[in-house]
């Protein structure tokens, strides 16, 4: 009697380290328009859609210390989203900063939050975060992003990049 393998149903999986970070990446500032309530004219908007990422790139401040901050992009048309990347870093102060991502469908009338993070910053410990976010929606008119500098101690609210992926 001749043995046979199983036959199974079987696919190779995509690694995830495989991705590269330039798969897919939207070029926002070709594709949408920003709307937000606050920037340090040192640290303006541009940067967080810079090459300047990771530890000691350049960042979006808000121009007050311990004032929550909204970034709203509109995208010229509905778009794919698979995929949200973003990065803060704190290196001088102890604060716990909050980010909120919410997504809207429906231009605008409602969003739903795909994402709330709090992250804890210490010059002696942690001081760089990167969230990456896996996203299934097809039809994105809006993202929202407000920021909370000072859920725990005091500062200004920043954000270091933003990438998206369709
Ligand atoms: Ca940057």
Excluded at 18 to 36: C, N, Q, T
Excluded at 62 to 75: H, K, N, P, Y
Excluded at 125 to 145: M, Y
């Amino acid at each position: 009697m001749t043995t046979h393998p199983p036959r199974i149903r079987k696919r190779v999986l995509v690694s995830e380290t495989g991705l590269s970070d330039l798969d897919r990446g939207l070029d926002l500032a070709a594709a949408a328009s920003f709307e937000y309530t606050s920037e340090d004219p040192q640290h303006c908007l541009e940067n967080i859609l810079d090459d300047h990422r990771g530890p000691g790139g350049t960042y979006w401040s808000g121009a007050r210390s311990d004032s929550i901050e909204r970034l709203v992009i509109t995208f010229d048309a509905p778009q794919t989203l698979s995929r949200l990347v973003y990065e803060v870093e704190e290196t001088q102060a102890e604060r716990t900063q909050e980010v909120r991502v919410e997504v809207s469908e429906d231009a605008g009338r409602t969003y739903r939050t795909v994402l709330n993070q709090e992250y804890a910053f210490s010059p002696r410990g942690a001081t760089f975060q990167r969230e990456d976010i896996r996203l299934q929606l097809a039809t994105v008119t809006h993202i929202q992003l407000t920021i909370v500098p000072n859920k725990g101690g005091s500062g200004k609210a920043t954000l270091t990049s933003l990438h998206l992926y369709s």
